[in-house]
């Protein structure tokens, strides 16, 4: 849960009175003097000690945080306490002005304050080091409602501090992914989103990019144009496993036909596409209109006076004949379709029975054909993956304990523990008697290393953080390449960072984020990476620098939904960022990739949303309702 600025003077400077503030003063324009206790303690409180509102399953409401140190010095003295303001969404009004509560302290319910005295009588015992504490219940008249709580923080009767809350998901034991080395580098790809959960296992991966213009309101393409793809498609050794069209009209006309449009557009490259006899298939189709670029583009022309309108309103200027001749230049590059395909490696063919699978491979071995027992390993494994061939067969293969096999029997090893995870210990014991049979063999040190992460994180085997750096480190001269070593060391800074965290030594968990910080770029980062290091350096605060990393690849039309998503959690509170024409063009295109998913970010914190008092600002307001069906 993520703390937004202090939203205070709104408050404080009106006059008001006609709700029940009880004996909560205001500081009025001695603010500074009478709060000055509260504001260094708060300067001064580091951002991993994190404060908030909770409520139960019975609507009490309690106060959190995650260090009771910190609360013995925010609350000090006896007119020391907090307050809950109960802030309903019906409160947010499309079509009409937000209704706000007439109180100089509060938007919404204010509860009863809670004082020290009571604070601590009612603070719950825990063992994990934090305070939470009692102080208040839901009203019986808002208990249906989708509400929010705000906290007030009081210090000698006055307010002092006003809280609105976001919730941005953070994830703290997310490494890396690491892979194992087989013939190639074989990684175990992970999802983790607030959005959804996937995991799948997948072998070295390729990953080819295609534009396809299309003529205005035409639904056929030139084959010249789409020559390039049907290039590639023939002379690669990969088989198709994901296909992904966001296809994009121009702006100008009615939504429900350009989407009809590029709905067909995109059906139709699928069509020419069947002629490559793609088997089962994981599709995906945007149709969309082209915000994105339109609002790039006219921004940097004499048309600049579009991007302040309302999306009906520039429609609505678009239907003067004059102005879309002269917008054509820009639009005509608009139409187009944006193909991603995911490929994989096309494995051997095996023949159908395990036990002809199994006398195939004997022969390569019998015979010492290393390359082709390496082709039948790896078309068992995928075979297995998809469920062809039960995984009891991996049992069923011998290969002798020779130099010349050591690459079969690491392969072997590592598709054991990708198989089944839950093996994680009789692996690592099989590498470390690979080890012992070829010691100076890299790809095993490395997967002995890649598992040592794992357990280590599961924290049930002694792991010497020194020893354990230097045998990561000592991986180049094994023939490792840099960037995978650097891999693992920005996963071991990672561990560090938790382990100096529980020590509550800042200072060296700091030294090892900037390491971290320093280092992730240089990694072959793919965006699910890219995600995981952002929500990573969110769960220690560190919203810049996750925003930075975020900031290069969500400007783009065909962002990672992902990506996106999360960058606008991280952004969407931030006033002067949201009055910028890009940020506008993101939070467009987000809408166009996923509505609903956009509209979802404005329900409560307890339903799923970042927070709906974003819709207190004018901007998010107009560009929800315009969007959101409210």
Known sequence: MKLVKLILFFFITSNLASQNTYDIKNPQNNYYKKCERCIETLKNKPKEVQLGIQKDILGNLYFVISDKNWFNQLFKKTGDGIAVDIVSKDQFICG????????????????????????????????????????????????????????????????????????????????????????????????????????????????????????????????????????????????????????????????????????????????????????????????????????????????????????????????????????????????????????????????????????EFEKAISNKNIEEAIKIQKSIFSKIIDNKLPSSILKSIEIPKKKEFSLLLNNQAAYKYMIDEADLYSSYSEFLLLQDLFPMDGHIKYNICALKFRIWVLGKELIDPKKFKLEITKLKSYGITPKLVNRMLVNYNIIMCEYYMLKGDYKNKDKSLKYIYSKYRYLDNKDEDILSIAQYFVSFAKYDWAIKILEPKVKKIDANEDLLFYYLNLTIADTKQIKNMSYRAIMLNAINMNKQRFCKMFSSINSGGISFQLLGNDFIKKTYCENCNF
Request: charged share 30%; with cysteine.
């Open 96 to 359: 009409g002005k937000n209704k706000f509560k007439r109180s100089w302290a509060s938007k919404g319910k204010l509860l009863p304050p809670v004082y020290l005295k009571d604070l601590k009588k009612n603070m719950l015992p825990s063992q994990y080091g934090e305070a939470i504490i009692k102080v208040g219940k839901i009203p019986a008249s808002m208990k249906n409602k989708e509400l929010e709580f705000n906290l007030i923080i009081i210090q000698n009767k006055y307010l002092c501090y006003y809280n609105t809350f976001l919730d941005i998901k953070r994830y703290r034991w997310d490494l890396l992914d690491m892979g194992l080395f087989t013939d190639t580098i074989t990684y175990q790809s992970k999802i983790d989103t607030s959005e959804k959960i996937n995991e799948k296992i997948i072998l070295r991966n390729k990953r080819l990019k295609f534009i396809i213009p299309f003529k205005k309101n035409k639904t056929d393409f030139s084959q010249t144009d789409i020559k390039p793809l049907y290039d590639s498609l023939k002379l690669t050794d990969y088989n198709i496993t994901n296909l992904e069209i966001r296809a994009f009209s121009s702006v100008e006309g009615s939504e429900k036909h350009n989407i009809e449009l590029q709905e067909k557009r995109a059906e139709n490259i699928v069509t020419a596409l069947q002629k490559f006899q793609i088997p089962s298939i994981n599709q995906k189709i945007i149709a969309s209109e082209n915000w994105v670029e339109f609002l790039r583009d006219v921004s940097n022309s004499s048309f600049k006076y579009l991007t302040k309108l309302s999306k009906s309103e520039i429609k609505e200027s678009l239907k003067e004949k004059k102005i879309l001749k002269q917008l054509e230049p820009y639009l005509s590059k608009h139409r187009k379709a944006i193909l991603i395909i995911d490929l994989e490696k096309k494995s051997k063919q095996l023949i159908s029975t395990p036990e002809q699978i199994l006398d």
